[in-house]
């Protein structure tokens, strides 16, 4: 593969070490990875050359919370909580029938449908979880679908207690933490739990959890969302790689998140859709907390693939400066997956970075809602982007 020298870069962001910005910069790329990041006037020579015209370079977004596995909408749910009217019924299990429903290919087209969309808007690495079959077949499946867009692929059957078992969650515990694990663990890297009143308690979470890691899968948890909860303090007890949601915190949970290593990875797209409280990056930021942003792309409660739409809720709600969401949503959600080799483009990262139709990084949040991915690219090679499908094509 020849090797391509990215010239012309207004701002480049690195993230190396943390966030070096230099302008007049240029990137060389060889098999896939950076070989080289700095001045323009400096740069080696290489087999081929691309200029991006002044443009702004960041890392890809590093998006490490979607459940991208699903089948219909709840659009008639959105607008009926939009109006203020109340529902019963419906929600997740909606989403659940709709999905059992569904074959493969259904459920493939949807999610390529959505990686797609992600990657049009600068994301370049995406975790997908399970978590709207819970049954062993569909959560199988589910993940074998999953695997086929990503290798970060996380079963979370422990999203809510199956229909089929309302009145004995704990036995669907028990299938969780055992023949649905045994399907799934081949096909995940990773084990969630949804730690909630309403969802899993403690002790529930606790079982999946450790049934997971047993099987060598690790562990991240949904955390402290709707209200305080035991979830952070778990995540951070059990060594997971991330603690999600972090809505609702008391200063305990905040000095155990400081003290491990486990990430905050911060889901404002949660709380614009179902206008909740924001969580208070300020203050985990503040304490020394690695936090992260994703989107949390879901059919219920926050179906955005948009990292920059997240990057500007981040500024505008949540206390961050436009340079910390950046980082977050690259170098903290690569954090969060525990890769070294995304989130920044330094020499040996995986050439993955997004070209802003903007001079700054500045205006993803400067200028929400505008679309300003002029290209995306994965591994050294430009995707197509739908953003930018000319009208004949
Ligand atoms: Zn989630």
Redesign the pocket.
């Known amino acids: 593969m020849p090797s391509l020298l990215v010239d012309e870069i207004g701002l480049l962001v690195t993230n190396e070490p943390e966030l070096a910005e230099l302008e007049r910069a240029a990137l060389v790329v060889e098999d896939g990875r950076v070989a080289w990041a700095g001045p323009a006037a400096a740069a080696p020579d290489a087999d081929e050359r691309v200029g991006v015209g002044g443009r702004c370079v960041i890392p890809g977004f590093v998006d490490s919370?979607?459940?991208l596995v699903f089948a219909g909408d709840r659009s008639e749910e959105f607008a009926a909580r939009s109006s203020g009217r109340s529902y019963e019924a419906g929600g997740i299990r909606t989403t659940v029938a709709a999905t059992r429903a569904a074959d493969d290919a259904q459920l493939k087209a949807n999610v390529a449908r959505l990686v797609a969309e992600m990657q049009s808007q600068g994301t370049t690495t995406v975790e997908i979880?399970s978590?709207y079959g819970l049954t062993v077949e569909d959560e199988r499946r589910s993940l074998a679908v999953a695997q086929e867009f990503t290798d970060e692929t996380t079963f979370?059957g422990a999203?809510v207690v199956a229909p089929e078992f309302g009145d004995n969650p704990d036995d669907y515990v028990a299938l969780v933490a055992g023949a649905m694990l045994d399907a799934c663990a081949a096909h995940a890297r990773w084990i969630?739990v949804?730690c909630e009143r309403g969802a899993f308690d403690e002790e529930q979470s606790r079982a999946v959890l450790v049934a997971g890691l047993a099987r060598g899968l690790a562990a991240r948890v949904?955390a402290n969302?709707l209200g305080p909860g035991p979830g952070v303090r778990l995540a951070c007890e059990l060594g997971a790689a991330s603690a999600?949601?972090c809505t609702h915190l008391d200063d305990g949970d905040v000095s155990a998140l400081a003290d491990s290593g486990t990430v905050a990875t911060l889901?404002p797209g949660?709380e614009f859709s179902t206008r909740s409280p924001y969580p208070d990056a300020r203050r985990l930021l503040d304490a020394g907390v690695t936090v992260a942003l994703a989107t949390?792309c879901?059919p219920g409660?926050?179906y955005t693939t948009s990292m920059p739409f997240c990057i500007a809720l981040a500024v505008r709600e949540m206390g961050m400066t436009p340079a910390e969401a950046l980082w977050s949503a690259t170098m903290g959600g690569a954090r969060a997956l525990r890769r070294d080799d995304v989130g920044r483009l330094g020499p040996g990262a995986r050439a993955d970075f997004a070209v802003l139709d903007a001079p700054s990084y500045v205006h993803l949040a400067y200028r929400p809602g505008v679309f300003l991915v002029e290209g995306t690219w994965k591994d050294g090679v430009k995707l197509a982007s739908l953003g930018r499908r000319s009208p004949t094509s």
């Open positions: 919370h979607a459940h979880k978590g979370l999203h969630d949804f949904h969302q999600d949601h889901l949660a949390d879901n409660s926050s």
